[in-house]
Each structure stands twice: as C-alpha cells, then as structure tokens.
C-alpha cells in the first residue's frame, strides 16, 4: 500500500504538431514543463524529482535523463529516465506516482516527449521484436495492430465500417482540443477511402506521427490541497506485460488490458465499471482497438463492442466518453502519448477540460499500450482515496 | 577471432534496419549558425537574472529558469579550460590522430565550448593557454565553420 496518497496538481503540455523545426528536444520539453509549473503556480525550485523519457532510439539520444536538464530542469535534481516502448507515458505517470507514493519525494515532475520528426519511426520502433524469431518477417506497429484485427473481426464479425466510425469519433473530439495535431472531422467515406496500410486497417485508422511533449506535476497529499483545490487524486495504477514472441499473443483478446482493469476495479471497489466510470482517455493507437479495448475493459460484453460504438455512447454526451480529447488517433508523440492520457483524465477530473470537459467526473481511467500488446492503466478520482 | 570459431558454424542474423536520424536544430541554435557562417561572429545568450552567458546559447536559463534571455557576442579568443590528446584512431574522429581535445572558455562567456586545438610544431599545450578561433573561408553553418582554435601569446 502506498506511504502517501498521490495527486497530479498541475499539467502541461506543448501544441502538437507533425514538426517542430523551430525548437530543439531540451526547448520542446521546457515549453511542456514551464506550462505545467504556471499550471500548478509553482517554479522549479519546488520540484523535489524528475522523471522522463521517450522513446530514445527515435532520436538517437541515449542519456536522455541528463541531455535534457536545460529542458527540464532538473539541474542538481534527483532524475530518472524510464523508457518501455509504447507505454513510456503511462509508465512514466505510474512511476512518478511510486516516487510520491514512497514517501520519499514531495512534488515530482514526470516528462514525456517525442520528436517523431527526427527519424524514421517504423524502422526504430521494428527493434521492439525479436530480431532472430519476429522481425525478419513482421514489421513496425501496424503489422501486430493488424493482426489483431483480423482475429477480432473473423470471431465476432466486425467490419471496416465498425472501426472507422470510431476514428470519425476521434478525429471529432480531437475538433474540441486546441493541443491535437489533427483537427480536422473526416467522414466513414473518409476512413475507407484512404489507403490500405495493413489489411483491415487504413491510412485514417491509424495515429499520425508527431512532435510534442507533456508534463504532470504529482504531489503528496501533505501538500497536494496548498497547490490546488481541485486535485486529480490517483487512486491506484497497474501493468502488465504479456508474451516475448508474438506466437504467443491471445490475437483478437488484450489480455494484459483486461487484467490490469480487474486489478484496478477490485483495489478501488468498482462492480460496475460502465456505470461508475465517467470518462476514459484511451491508448488506442488505431480505430479496431476502440471496439476490442472497450470489451476487454469490461465496459461491455464481448462481441458488443461495435453496436456500442455506434449508439453513441462513446461519443461527447453520451453515457461513457471516450477519448475527449481526440485521442491517439489524433496525436501521437510517442514518448509522450501515454502521459497525455493520464494529463487529459487529470483535465477532466480538475473540471479544467474546457471544450472537451465531460460535466461531473468522478472517476476516470488513462492507458497506455505498447509495442505491441502490454498495457498500463490509472485510475484518477475527484474524491481522496479512501484506502 | 578465428579461433573462436574453429569448431562452430556461427548462426547470426543481420539486422536489415536502418535508422537515419536529422536533428532539428531549433531557433535559438540557428541564430548562432548563421552568425557565425554570415559574419564570424560567435552569440551567446545571457540570462538577466543569474547574468551567466552560455555558449552555446540557450533558449531558457537552465539555471533560472528565465525565459527572457538576450543575445551577446562573445569574443573568438579565449583560454583553454582543459583538453587531451587523443593518440588512437577511433571510429568517431573526423581527422588524422594525434588530435587535441580542448574545451575553450570564450572571453565574455560563463560556459566553455568543445573544438580542436591545433598547435603546429609544438606539444607545450597548458590549461590556461589564451587561444583564438581559426574560421574556414567557406562556411556552411555548423561548429565546423571553425576550422580549431590555436594558442595566440
Ligand atoms: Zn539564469
């Protein structure tokens, strides 16, 4: 059990864009971070510990934890770099949270960052498999992300049209997000029209490449309600990581999602998942996985992923919103994505969300999903966890 | 090596990936580029608060966390904080070892930059040696515009 209980008091994050020429690694963090501390009204000189990370071979700098201290002050600071593919934002959240939770540190910025722009991300990210067994036939993301689908669809019937009406969410939502890369509302027409990557998906299924970054300043609960007096409590995390080959993967199933959820509800008293939880920022690096996910999640039965989807609830307004900020499929800093999720279910537990607020949150989950089938998950709550 | 594999068939699988990287250098750094290739002239920022000069310069102070930094040139001649003479031949060298490793604090600078030092037939290199930057007639704008720094008296 945690020393301490933890909430994220402050936030921020850069304005995502494909490229960003006009500023380095050390100065994109720093615009996240200075935003984060404004965010908070605290400077630098409260912040007891940093952690960051990214995905350090898409740009080719492997101390990243001391590179970027000019970024992201941690000059003469206690720093960590932590770095687990896909799942480096939330890795970084649940890590920044243990830090607080231990007792040993008061306030502690977590930094996650990504210059997409800077390399080619299908060739770094094909490190993430096996090199004798995996990679001399699969390739990148998309590759796993497919085949994925592809069992899903064969199991329970599910169509192109069932996915690309989840991107059509999305890409809606990310219309709300002053912070999205991609803000722009794209039609079911849209999705399949666009060309064919790796079959079922499309080019508008999947996440777009991206340059930004995003900080959380999380503080004990000593000092949490001095800094705000709307704290985004972080009630509890979970991980969990599932096979070494991908021969091994349950194909159509996220096990590790499933399990992580089920650890959470249980620690937090949750029965009823749809009912009790208000919003979820979702990894969803492509559309399938807002249909799978969300069964997986124990949100709704297996197999009724898509008729869910397209009753609406999912959407802003409806019973469960989903990905109000636009989500992934909207903005993709990798090293930054999965602290962007937990920064947005922060946003709307604060009542900070402004256009995209879901009104009354009291509970919220944020993801993570990496490389390509572990799974990281939060769960943010407005009220101080009673355990 | 051979004879690590006199008795094995190696099994080995080369990686068929490769991974270019190009590095945006950001505003701040480009300033100091063109500078330097348009007029040879060397830019640091100072930050108003703790009035340190960093070379290269910095778009926030890291110190300070001030974000309001002026520009300032600093001088082409300084003095050798401290160097190394680099005897071997490593992959990561552009020249013909022996080469001299110097970082080179810049009159009206706080920080130190990293470049050769070139002293033809000579070896009395010393910490505290006043140098002066040797800048390329043709310049592209990168930290090779300068060619090395050498000791002046
Ligand atoms: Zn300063």
New binding site residues.
Partial sequence: MPKKRVAIVGTGQTYHKSHRPDVNGQELINEAVQRALKDADLTIKDIDAVVIGNMDHFEGINYVDCWSVDGSGGTMKPVIKLTTGGTTGSTLAIGGYHLVASGFFEKVLVIGWEKNSESDTTGAITTAFDPVWDRLVFAGAISGLAAEAQAYMAKYGATEKDAARVSVRDRKHACNNPHAQLRREITIEDVLASPMLADPIHLLDVCPRTDGACAVIMASEDCAGKVTSTPDWIWTTANRHKYTYLGDVNWGELDSIAEASREIYAKAGIREPRKEIDVIELYQPYSFAGIIWIEDLGIVEKGKGAEYIWSGATDMGGELPINPSGGVIACNPIGATGLIRCAEAALQVMGKAEARQVPDVNFAISTGFGGCMWSDMLLHGKRKPDF | MTDIFSDVEPMVFKSRINVPYAWWTGETAERFFLALRDDKKIMGTR?P??E?VFVPPRKV?P??F?EKMAWVEVSSEGVLESFTIVKRQLAALTRKAPVIFGLIKLDGADTSILHYIENPGHEDIKIGTRVAAKFNEERSGSMQDIACFRPIS
């Fill in positions: 930050c608060v703790c340190k102070c110190l300070c001030h």
